[in-house]
């Protein structure tokens, strides 16, 4: 089981600048966009990574370590890390793509107005902050525009593969009742080993897990160094750090070591699906008994297409994906919710739910509008009841009732699993793409296969001229 800053919960926009900006610049190259031959890094699929876009993400992140570079690890280390986060972006981008999951020209500017508000700055603040990083405003908008994507994917994930049971919820506000709730600032380095893992690659991990464990406790590197320098965790560049969390968002293998440890203290290798964590806790805290916690509450509108005996789910799913792509063109929420949807309680309100705790409506939706920055509209997602979009206008803390904070506990749940679920996707969808790592004068670096048994390609070769000669893929 792996715990990753990846997926710790579907990524907000609104509530950090800097990690926008790890990667910022590198754009990538899709195999129907020709340009001028350029060397190449990486072939996805039918798309590509081109070299100057490895090398200006590699010069961002170094700029963010200019005031501690010895954190950094050597060239080629880095390189590889950087290249498999443009990697798995591209592949998520794609996998969206194929969804029909967009961002809205609406959705990337409620983003930057969020994000110029969170840091207290206007938007032309904004623009300057990341024109200084060397990212234009055209540039900003594509990474933007991406990354509310790949949230928009990752909230389609969680509606179709997550579910919290009632019994759950119920030990878990068990454990809660009357006591103050620990949370744990924690970091973790992952040793990877792959599916099937041999005795001798699983003894290898172990071994090196236990060297950098070593490393650790004689003081050649803190924890933070060893993780940038040695994870394959996607937040290795982050120094491993997976941030605060309750005892309901930390995997049952792990919290109850975690609630012996010390501040400080590193426990490892300890073996998960995706491989060995060592894992440290950083700190922790008690907050105030469970009765007297803030709940969230959100306002929203939806559009929902039912399924039922006279409207079958693909005319359902089809209906509502004509009402996104016109949404997706600027199109009025309230008016088209007022002109299509079945919700006839919310009908002549444009949609409007009002104010409600996220498990009010149901789990699906209450996941979709939680996982939401205030202004943004989510993808197509299924309900009990049919199909249906959600946009949300707002969020407000309130004083936790019994039913808003099993509401609150279900989401933390819910966090936790897609966590789970979501860092097993990844593996999955990068196991199963074609990926093709050049080196830096542009040649294959994928074994050749044995001439005397040559395969039949499995999909049509590229004829992108960037990629050379098609062949050279399979």
């Known amino acids: 089981m792996m715990l990753s800053s990846h997926t710790r919960k579907p990524r907000r926009l609104t509530t950090a600048l800097l990690p926008l900006l790890l990667l910022a610049g590198a754009a990538l190259a899709q195999s129907s966009d020709i340009q001028p031959v350029e060397s190449i ?32 690890p050597p060239p080629a280390v880095l390189e590889r890390q950087v290249l498999e986060r443009l990697i798995l972006q591209r592949l998520e981008l794609d996998r969206a793509t194929a969804a029909g999951i967009t961002a809205t020209d609406a959705d990337i500017d409620n983003a930057m107005n969020s994000i110029a508000q969170q840091n207290r700055l206007s938007l032309p603040q904004l623009l300057e902050r990341v024109a200084k990083d060397g990212l234009s405003p055209a540039e900003f908008r594509a990474n933007l525009r991406d990354e509310i994507i790949s ?48 005795a001798d690659q699983v003894q290898a991990a172990v071994q090196k897990a236990e060297g950098i464990k070593n490393q650790i406790e004689r003081g050649t590197f803190t924890f933070a160094a060893a993780a940038v320098r040695y994870s394959n965790s996607p937040n290795a560049l982050e120094g491993g750090d997976l941030g605060w969390r309750g005892a309901n968002e930390i ?30 806790l950083v700190d922790a805290r008690d907050q105030a008994p469970a009765a007297g916690e803030k709940v969230t509450q959100y306002s ?29 063109s600027g199109g009025d929420f309230a008016k088209l919710a007022r002109e299509n949807s ?21 789990a699906a939706l209450g996941m979709q509008v939680a996982a939401l920055a205030d ?33 609150q506990i279900r989401e933390t749940i819910g966090r936790r699993k897609m966590e789970e679920e979501w860092s097993r996707f990844l593996r999955e969808m990068r196991s199963e793409a074609y990926v093709d790592i050049r080196d830096a004068q542009g040649h294959s670096t994928r074994p050749e296969l044995p001439q005397t048994a040559p395969e039949t390609p499995t999909r049509p070769p590229s004829t992108d001229p960037r990629l050379g000669d098609p062949t050279s893929r399979f």
């Open 41 to 72: 890094a990486a072939v996805v699929d039918d798309n590509v990574i081109l070299r100057s876009d490895l090398e200006r993400a590699i010069a961002n992140i170094r700029a963010q370590y200019a005031d501690r570079p010895n954190m950094l």
């Open 151 to 198: 949230q928009k994917l990752q909230q389609s994930f969680a509606q179709s593969r997550i579910n919290v049971s009632e019994a759950e919820v119920d030990a878990a506000l068990a454990n809660a009742a009357n006591t103050a709730v620990r949370q744990y600032h924690l970091a973790h380095i992952l040793i990877s080993i792959p599916d099937n893992a041999s």
């Open 251 to 280: 995997p049952p293998a792990f919290s109850t070591a975690i609630q012996q440890m010390q501040p400080g203290q590193v426990i490892g290798p300890i073996r998960g699906a995706s491989g060995f964590q060592l894992l440290q």
């Open 300 to 328: 929203a509108r939806e559009i929902l297409i039912r399924v039922d005996a006279d409207t079958s789910d693909d005319a359902a799913k089809a209906k509502i994906d004509a009402i996104a792509a016109q949404l997706a």
């Open 342 to 362: 079945d919700d006839q309680a919310t009908r002549l309100r444009g949609g409007d739910l009002g104010w409600f705790s996220a498990d009010s409506n149901g």
């Open 375 to 407: 202004g943004q509209t989510s993808a197509p997602f299924k309900t009990d009841e049919g199909w249906a979009i959600v946009q949300r206008s707002g969020s407000r803390e309130i004083a936790a009732g019994n039913d808003a904070l099993r509401g």
